[in-house]
Nanobody, 124 residues
Framework: QVQLVESGGGLVWPGESLTLSCVAS?????????MGWYRQAPGKERVLVAS???????????EYDEDVKGRFTLSRDKANNAVTLQMNDLKPGDTAVYYC?????????????WGQGTQVTVLP
């Protein structure tokens, strides 16, 4: 199993910044393939914000949603199984619940673990 603990989030004005952090733990952390952040706005589906590959030939590769490229930066602390999402120049459209995600191998399948979610609100 993999457990995720999130921190950060809050309420800000447009143009301001926030940082989200996530730490993974559990007996399957050494099978994690990727870690990252998703977000879910009211009435909408949960979508990928940014993720980093943590194993294999693409180790370190980072993917961003087009809406956040140039404003958000995902970084990884490999030794501590943690990721940080630095969010700059926040916009009202970034308002959502943000969830940390880890994809890990459990037996023959890839499984998802989710954090509890943290609210990010950018005032209009």
């Amino acid at each position: 199993q993999v457990q995720l603990v999130e921190s950060g989030g809050g309420l800000v004005w447009p143009g301001e910044s926030l940082t989200l952090s996530c730490v993974a733990s559990g007996r399957n952390i050494y099978t994690i393939n990727s870690m990252g952040w998703y977000r879910q706005a009211p009435g909408k589906e949960r979508v990928l914000v940014a993720s980093v590959t943590t194993r294999g030939t693409s180790d370190g590769a980072i993917e961003y949603d087009e809406d956040v490229k140039g404003r958000f930066t995902l970084s990884r602390d490999k030794a501590n199984n943690a990721v940080t999402l630095q969010m700059n120049d926040l916009k009202p459209g970034d308002t959502a619940v943000y969830y940390c995600n880890a994809k890990w191998r459990g037996g023959a399948s890839v499984r998802n673990s989710w954090g509890q979610g943290t609210q990010v609100t950018v005032l209009p």
